[in-house]
T-cell receptor, first 115, second 113 residues
C-alpha cells in the first residue's frame, strides 16, 4: 500500500493563479480531510469528506473548494491564490467517519508559496 | 467551540528521563483522544488512541492518560532517547461525532544525549 499520496510536493504560485492539490489513498478509507499547517497555528481543518459525494467545511474553508467523486481521491482546489494561502497542506484519511475513533493517515504534504 | 491547548514551549530533557506532555481541551469531553508524532518536513504519524472510559493506555515506552474531569490528557515517554525528539500533537473530535478532528498546536520535545 502506498497509503496517502499527495502531489505536488512543492508549488509556487503567483497571486490570482489557480491550482489543484491532489490527494489519493489506496486503503479504501471512507473519511478524507485537508489541513493546512502554519507556524504557531498548528493544523487547521479546511474541508473533509465522510464518503464519495459528501463534503463539508472545516475551520478555515474560505478560498478552497473540494469534491469527492471517488473513494480514493480528494482534490483541493485554490480558485484564486492569495499570499495568505502560503502554507503546508496535508491530506489525511481514516477508515471511520466520525467521533475520532480511528487514526488518521497523513500524506507528506504539499508546500505552497504564493507570491 | 472546542479548543485544544498544548504547551507551545519546547520541552528539553535529558536522555533516559521521562517526558510528560500535556493536552487540555475546553468544552465537551470527546469519546476519543489521539496522539501523533510529527518530524520536520513530514506528515503526522499516529501513535495512540484512548477512549473516554480508559484511564490509561500503554504502548511500549509510551503511556497516555485521559481525565475527563480535568479535561486533560497526559502523554508520557519513559526512558527517553534522542530519537524521540519530535513534535507531539493531540487531536480530538470538535464536537460529538462530527468527524471534524481538530489538533492542538503541538509540543516540541528535545531529548539531549
Amino acid at each position: 500500500n502506498a497509503g496517502v499520496t499527495q502531489t505536488p510536493k512543492f508549488q509556487v504560485l503567483k497571486t490570482g493563479q489557480s491550482m489543484t492539490l491532489q490527494c489519493a489513498q489506496d486503503m479504501n478509507h471512507e473519511y478524507m480531510s485537508w489541513y493546512r499547517q502554519d507556524p504557531g497555528m498548528g493544523l487547521r481543518l479546511i474541508h473533509y469528506s465522510v464518503g464519495a459525494g459528501i463534503t463539508d467545511q472545516g475551520e478555515v474553508p474560505n478560498g478552497y473548494n473540494v469534491s469527492r467523486s471517488t473513494t480514493e481521491d480528494f482534490p483541493l482546489r485554490l480558485l484564486s491564490a492569495a499570499p495568505s494561502q502560503t502554507s503546508v497542506y496535508f491530506c489525511a484519511s481514516s477508515y471511520s467517519t466520525g467521533g475520532g475513533n480511528s487514526p488518521l493517515h497523513f500524506g507528506n504534504g504539499t508546500r505552497l508559496t504564493v507570491t | 467551540s472546542q479548543k485544544i491547548e498544548q504547551n507551545s514551549e519546547a520541552l528539553n530533557i535529558q536522555e533516559g528521563k521521562t517526558a510528560t506532555l500535556t493536552c487540555n481541551y475546553t468544552n465537551y469531553s470527546p469519546a476519543y483522544l489521539q496522539w501523533y508524532r510529527q518530524d520536520p518536513g513530514r506528515g503526522p504519524v499516529f501513535l495512540l488512541l484512548i477512549r473516554e472510559n480508559e484511564k490509561e493506555k500503554r504502548k511500549e515506552r509510551l503511556k497516555v492518560t485521559f481525565d475527563t474531569t480535568l479535561k486533560q490528557s497526559l502523554f508520557h515517554i519513559t526512558a527517553s532517547q534522542p530519537a524521540d525528539s519530535a513534535t507531539y500533537l493531540c487531536a480530538l473530535d470538535e464536537a460529538s461525532n462530527t468527524g471534524k478532528l481538530i489538533f492542538g498546536q503541538g509540543t516540541t520535545l528535545q531529548v539531549k544525549p
